[in-house]
Structure formats: structure tokens, C-alpha cells
């Protein structure tokens, strides 16, 4: 079945710094990708997706790409802030069937000033 | 930001005792989901909705069932309640018709004793 692979955190960076967190996924055919935040003690934002190949997805500054190739999804920005500081989630769907995500476990970021 | 309430937002319960979780939408959307969230888990799928009255199981559905009479209602139910069920509940929606993101309330914590 489908699944995403994300980096074990805590991820610690000082402001002004630049992120990766990586993501791959296992699915058939051409899911479409999607990076979650979730500030503490609150709900899922989505942050960008992509639903095909080589598509970049982009906002507030983040950016991810959809790599078939590879089978990966990196987020990445290229300077942080504190308010920056949440759980990511990578997770992907399909446009047929159940439309349901499939989740990576969460990287926690942390922006230290 | 997409009109999605759930209430209670918090409860606290005892084991072996009923317990229903409301979501409710204000959007229209076809598609309505119920995850959990637990540590190192990420998000996972436990029921969703295709209509009203159409619903299916998702990966941990066990010891859950849900019903929707209303497109904006869909109910969450924990038929007798165990600590295993412990967990931060959260509804999403999604409209379907090749627009597959999905938009998340902002969870109910579940604490059974």
C-alpha cells in the first residue's frame, strides 16, 4: 500500500537558517503531495502541494518539488523564523477511490532566535 | 480559513462508557474524514465519507463507527471506550471533483481513564 517516509526530528535551527526536511514516498502510478504544518495545540494548515510530476509547489516562502524519479517531496526554505517553529507532515493522496491521506509520522522543527 | 467545527474540544471519559465526537462543516463539501493523531503515528485514517449515508472504514477502525445524515454532519463514535482510544481526533473535508487538499478542524484531545 501507499506510505511516506519523512526525517525523525526534533530538527533545531537558529534563525536565518535554511531547511530541508525530506520527504519520500512509496505509492503506484502519480499520487498528489502535500506538506501539512501544525502549530502547537492546533489543527492541520496545508502549506503547498503538487499533483504531478517536476510540479513545485510554493508558499510563505517554502517550497517542495515533485520528484517521481526519486520518489520525493523535500520541503525547504531558505531562511527561518521563530513563528516557523511547528510539526511538518508530508502525505499524499489520490483523486480516485477514497481520497484519503496517507501521512508521514511529523518532523518537529525548532527555530532557536 | 475553511468552516470546520468539532466539538467537544476536550473530554475526558472513563473506560467502557459511549462517547460521541461531532464534526461540522459549513463548506459543502462531499468528502469528510475522521483521523487520529498519536505519537510517531502521524495522522490515521479511522472512517470517512463519500456522501451522506455513504461511509466506509479506514485503517483503525475498530471499536469506532460514524454516521452522516447531514452533508455538514458527520459523527464519530467510540462504541465502549478504552484508554487505547486515547487520542487527539481530528475531522477533515475535502470537495472532491479533482480538488483533493484537505481542510482539518481543530481536534478533539480524548482522554479515557
Known amino acids: 500500500g501507499d506510505s511516506v517516509t519523512q526525517m525523525e526530528g526534533p530538527v533545531t535551527l537558529s534563525e536565518e537558517a535554511f531547511l530541508t526536511i525530506n520527504c519520500t514516498y512509496t505509492?503506484?502510478?502519480?499520487?498528489?503531495l502535500f506538506w501539512y504544518v501544525q502549530y502547537p495545540g492546533e489543527g492541520l494548515q496545508l502549506l503547498l502541494k503538487?499533483?504531478?510530476?517536476?510540479d513545485k509547489g510554493s508558499n510563505k516562502g517554502f517550497e517542495a518539488t515533485y520528484r517521481k524519479e526519486t520518489t520525493s517531496f523535500h520541503l525547504e526554505k531558505g531562511s527561518v523564523q521563530v513563528s516557523d517553529s511547528a510539526v511538518y507532515f508530508c502525505a499524499l493522496t489520490r483523486d480516485t477511490g477514497r481520497r484519503a491521506l496517507t501521512f508521514g509520522s511529523g518532523t518537529r522543527l525548532q527555530v532557536q532566535p | 480559513d475553511a468552516g470546520i467545527t468539532q466539538s467537544p474540544r476536550h473530554k475526558v471519559t472513563e473506560t467502557g462508557t459511549p462517547v460521541t465526537l461531532r464534526c461540522h462543516q459549513t463548506e459543502n463539501h462531499r468528502y469528510m474524514y475522521w483521523y487520529r493523531q498519536d505519537p510517531g503515528h502521524g495522522l490515521r485514517l479511522i472512517h470517512y465519507?463519500?456522501?451522506?449515508?455513504?461511509?466506509d472504514k479506514g485503517e483503525v477502525s475498530d471499536g469506532y463507527s460514524v454516521s452522516r445524515s447531514k452533508t455538514e454532519d458527520f459523527l464519530l463514535t467510540l462504541e465502549s471506550a478504552t484508554s487505547s482510544q486515547t487520542s487527539v481526533y481530528f475531522c477533515?473535508?475535502?470537495?472532491?471533483?479533482?480538488?483533493?487538499?484537505?481542510?482539518f478542524g481543530p481536534g478533539t484531545r480524548l482522554t479515557v481513564l
Open positions: 477533515a473535508i475535502s470537495e472532491g471533483g479533482g480538488k483533493n487538499e484537505q481542510f
Open positions: 503538487a499533483t504531478k510530476a517536476d
Open positions: 505509492a503506484t502510478g502519480y499520487p498528489s
Open positions: 465519507s463519500y456522501g451522506v449515508k455513504d461511509t
